[in-house]
DNA sequence: CTGAAAGCGCTTACAG
DNA sequence: CTGAAAGCGCTTACAG
């Protein structure tokens, strides 16, 4: 491979002049300038990134983190949407991306992670932490290293306004007549997220004059299996409810599956929603009413704000708005 | 932080030590190996990676690339199925990803990608490699990097069998007494996986006397509605079709949306299947009938294939068998 | 506007 | 079994 220095030779110059040149150092000839840039091609000089992380101190590393704790990050499907988002903003500037998915066992991070965040290996780290007591970017922040939070609490982060989110569905839901209506939930405190998604549905059932904890819950655990097994148990126990909230889209289809093996028509006799709208949401029979939690943007907005903290800059936290979804899964309570 | 350098001085002995200890070179009195260990823990060494990199020649890092091109790779649930499995096989031997999305136009890769794979930055490449005209493994391998491809026909490649996938679900259909057959399809040489997969529904077809030429055909383009859009046109132009294979789970679940619209029966009416089992397939109404093509399997083998290759071995390309995934979205032909 | 030289933090023959 | 020293390929004050 060719280095800096056969460029330098090829070109006549010294190794600086090429290597300032090359990361755009003004106060040069135009013709040194193009005498390097024309050695450059000619040698067909690539950059060792290795040598130019030590040197320099940057990597154009930006570490994605996406820790495992509960549900598998691999069955997440907002993974691949935020990670998308972030994608795009770092190939525009040139950053590579390095994905980490540490365990997290007990409040615990493991090894290879810590290792991974002191190595030296990245300028910033962007890290999906909505689960309260792992704290995924605290070494990230001690080490001094850039970071931002998608979905926590830390100095800088992106969240999705899911307390809007849960006062909307309710609303909805209410403004469809529904005053039976059962929840699909989580435990508590598992998710920072869902915990807000809970605060805005009591806060929009409240206003609808309904106390959620009146309400017969069943808790599941985010996936298709949890839903329809709290769907028969719900409907079992409360053959008067009219409509099933649900905290996240998987359970909803659950809830549908379920809903369908009972014969209960859905939206005529049962109104079933979820949370997320991801891409299955759209086609299910027929399409759940959902929020979309914008993860796209979410991840687009995370990168850009880690940009601006790289640049020297204080940039806000961000929140980003949801927007209710409404398709065929909810209907008037007491509709046909 | 505190480098090689601190822990030679903390122990008591030369940075050459200390590198050799930490790389597990034998030869080394129980006593110095203590002396070193304890010495890192003392001063709270954690190696620098780059450093290692540059003066090692090895990163430690394996890219894993996903080719942008007609389908955009982040809506294809496969690639974080793919990803899961890579991830556990480089998380066990301790090496990081990097992930890179190169964008293909006209068959032209592009710059930020090349520059990548010219940087030195990775040990090895494993590339989801389908579609025909993309060479993305030319200039790694070129380079002489380790590069594995999934799905494509590299030196060194993990393919899941979908020409028995084809067969397999040709085969159902026909047991199941079906004769009028509808094919959603996608145009050819689009995909290398794809094109298998009709090879195999065309021979498995054949054997039950059927020929695939003579079946009503619609392309569409992977999407959900596309799907939808397909089916329409088949079931208004073919009403006596008693099944419809789709290439892929997402066009069938829009099939299914669409025969549901049209007052379809499924399966009573009209068997739909689709391919690739993925999440969503379990929880459509019906569940559908797919070929699971076993994508975590592929990602796993395909990891441990290119440690295979940096340990200097010479592992044979690898097909994975395929599973057909009987749901209910098939049934009888003239069933109810 | 350009260059000589030190240095980033490791690994690796080579000696002993 | 251990160490001195060169070297990986860049960048960056510092001079001029």
Redesign the interface.
């Known amino acids: 491979?060719p280095t800096l220095e056969d460029v330098a030779k090829k070109a006549g110059v010294s190794t600086a002049t090429v290597s300032k040149v090359l990361s755009n150092t003004p106060y040069f000839t135009e013709a040194t300038r193009l005498k390097v840039l024309q050695a450059v091609k000619d040698v067909g000089y690539?950059?060792?990134?290795?040598?130019r992380?030590?040197s320099s101190g940057r990597?154009q590393?930006i570490a994605?983190v996406f820790p495992h704790v509960y549900d598998?990050i691999?069955?997440d499907p907002r993974?691949?949407?935020v990670?998308?988002g972030i994608?795009a903003e770092c190939?525009q500037r040139?950053y590579?991306?390095?994905?980490?998915?540490p365990r997290v066992v007990e409040g615990e991070l493991d090894e290879?992670y810590l290792?991974?965040i002191?190595?030296?290996?990245m300028d910033g780290v962007i890290a999906l932490d909505h689960v309260p007591f792992a704290a995924v970017l605290e070494p990230v922040v001690n080490k001094g290293i850039a970071a931002v939070s998608i979905g926590g609490m830390a100095r800088y982060s992106v969240n999705s306004d899911h307390y809007s989110g849960g006062r909307l569905l309710a609303q909805h839901l209410l403004e469809l007549g529904h005053r039976n209506i059962g929840l699909i939930a989580v435990p508590e405190h598992i998710n920072v997220g869902t915990d807000e998604l809970m605060r805005g549905i009591r806060a929009g059932l409240r206003a609808g004059g309904l106390e959620l904890d009146c309400l017969p819950q069943a808790v599941g655990d985010y996936s298709?299996d949890s839903g329809a097994a709290c769907a028969a148990t719900l409907l079992e126990q409360h053959p008067e409810l009219t409509a099933l909230l649900c905290l996240n889209d998987r359970m909803a289809?659950?809830a549908?599956?379920q809903a369908?093996r009972l014969g209960r028509r859905v939206p005529a006799d049962l109104s079933i929603t979820g949370y997320d709208d991801i891409?299955?949401a759209?086609?299910?029979?027929p399409p759940l009413t959902t929020v979309n939690q914008q993860s796209l943007t979410a991840g687009h907005e995370a990168a850009r704000m880690l940009f601006d903290i790289l640049d020297g800059q204080t940039p806000e936290s961000k929140v980003i708005p949801v927007e209710l979804v409404v398709r065929g899964s909810s209907g008037p309570a007491g509709g046909q």
């Open positions: 491979m690539v950059p060792n990134l290795a040598a992380a030590l990597t590393i994605v598998p691999f069955s993974v691949l949407v990670l998308e994608d190939r040139g590579n991306l390095l994905l980490s998915t290879n290792q991974l002191q190595s030296g290996y298709i289809m659950g549908l599956q369908h891409p299955a759209a086609s299910t029979i």
